[in-house]
């Protein structure tokens, strides 16, 4: 095996390696949809779950976050005055039962910026404990993977980086031992490596199920956000267009401009991202 490694052009063993890399990459990504069973239970229907659930699935912490300040600012729940750096979020008050925060995270934030608070300080506030049942939530119904469902990715790219690492290390050595050439190995390795993190995605929490609930989620909600767009009037519902596409839908609404404005991707991506995780 070693004689024949060695004696091997590093132009045919790069034609190997690749042929190596689809296959052991095709068969990683096989065996992680086997594992994923989500799809065996039935689709939830788009009305199933709340904004912040679907605010949750869709994006990360901090998107469960913007939405809970955009529905409590849409209730009339939040004032926003200022803007750039000198954007100040405060509180107020109503008896309204409609208009009452939600218990858990709406209800945090609420009672947090009792005084008039920066934009950037509301966005550190750190909720991660509000934002477990949410999570919790979406596990048991199958739409998000649980601890153990994300270790198989992590495990399948651990084996599949060790066969292919182990054959272009082996090629290097013996390469570097005799004086031949192995840049382009090296360079083949590093594309390898980062291509099966791409196709393994094993960062991404959700499962089958829950990515062919985000697609039904969006074709449900998609004349809402139309809607938004076209009329540019406030309306509740509009929270759950915000809670599938994001802030931007909002965007050249100017009903909507005060709050675009003060918690933007751009202006929120500056902060520490205190909220918490999944």
Same mark, same amino acid.
């Given at each position: 095996?070693?004689?024949?490694?060695?004696?091997?052009?590093?132009?045919?063993?790069? +034609?190997?390696?690749?042929?190596?890399?689809?296959?052991?990459?095709?068969?990683?990504?096989?065996? +992680?949809?086997?594992?994923?069973?989500?799809?065996?239970?039935?689709?939830?229907?788009?009305?199933?779950?709340?904004?912040?659930? +679907?605010?949750?699935?869709?994006?990360?912490?901090?998107?469960?976050?913007?939405?809970?300040l955009f529905s409590l600012w849409q209730r009339g729940l939040l004032s926003i005055t200022g803007k750039a750096d000198s954007t100040r979020v405060q509180s107020t008050h109503?008896?309204?039962?409609?208009?009452?925060?939600?218990?858990?995270?709406?209800?945090?934030?609420?009672?947090?910026?009792?005084?008039?608070?920066?934009?950037?300080?509301?966005?550190?506030?750190?909720?991660?404990?509000?934002?477990?049942? +949410?999570y919790q939530g979406l596990e048991d119904s199958h739409l998000l993977q649980t601890a153990q469902q994300k270790l198989i990715p992590w495990l399948v790219m651990a084996i599949?980086?060790?066969?292919?690492?182990?054959?272009?290390?082996?090629?290097?050595?013996?390469?570097?031992?005799?004086?031949?050439?192995?840049?382009?190995?090296?360079?083949?390795?590093?594309?390898a490596t980062v291509a099966t993190f791409f196709f393994y995605n094993p960062t991404r929490r959700v499962t089958r199920l829950g990515q062919n609930y985000l697609t039904s989620?969006?074709?449900?909600?998609?004349?809402?956000?139309?809607?938004?767009?076209?009329?540019?009037?406030?309306?509740?519902?509009?929270?759950?267009?915000?809670?599938?596409?994001?802030?931007?839908?909002?965007?050249?609404?100017?009903?909507?401009?005060?709050?675009?404005?003060?918690?933007?991707?751009?202006?929120?991506?500056?902060?520490?991202?205190?909220?918490?995780?999944?």
């Amino acid at each position: 095996m070693l004689d024949t490694l060695t004696q091997m052009s590093e132009m045919t063993f790069l +034609i190997y390696f690749i042929g190596l890399t689809v296959v052991c990459v095709g068969i990683g990504k096989l065996i +992680i949809q086997v594992s994923d069973s989500s799809v065996k239970n039935a689709l939830p229907t788009p009305d199933q779950f709340d904004y912040l659930s +679907i605010a949750a699935l869709n994006g990360s912490s901090k998107s469960v976050f913007l939405v809970a300040l955009f529905s409590l600012w849409q209730r009339g729940l939040l004032s926003i005055t200022g803007k750039a750096d000198s954007t100040r979020v405060q509180s107020t008050h109503t008896h309204s039962e409609y208009e009452r925060p939600k218990a858990g995270l709406e209800e945090t934030i609420y009672f947090s910026v009792q005084n008039s608070t920066k934009a950037k300080e509301v966005l550190a506030l750190d909720v991660s404990k509000y934002l477990q049942p +949410i999570y919790q939530g979406l596990e048991d119904s199958h739409l998000l993977q649980t601890a153990q469902q994300k270790l198989i990715p992590w495990l399948v790219m651990a084996i599949t980086l060790l066969i292919l690492d182990g054959a272009a290390l082996a090629k290097i050595y013996l390469s570097l031992t005799n004086k031949q050439n192995f840049l382009l190995t090296i360079a083949a390795l590093v594309i390898a490596t980062v291509a099966t993190f791409f196709f393994y995605n094993p960062t991404r929490r959700v499962t089958r199920l829950g990515q062919n609930y985000l697609t039904s989620l969006s074709e449900h909600y998609t004349p809402l956000a139309k809607e938004i767009k076209d009329k540019k009037t406030q309306s509740a519902d509009h929270v759950y267009a915000v809670a599938v596409f994001g802030v931007s839908v909002l965007a050249d609404v100017a009903v909507y401009n005060p709050f675009v404005r003060a918690f933007s991707p751009e202006n929120s991506s500056e902060t520490g991202g205190g909220c918490g995780g999944g």
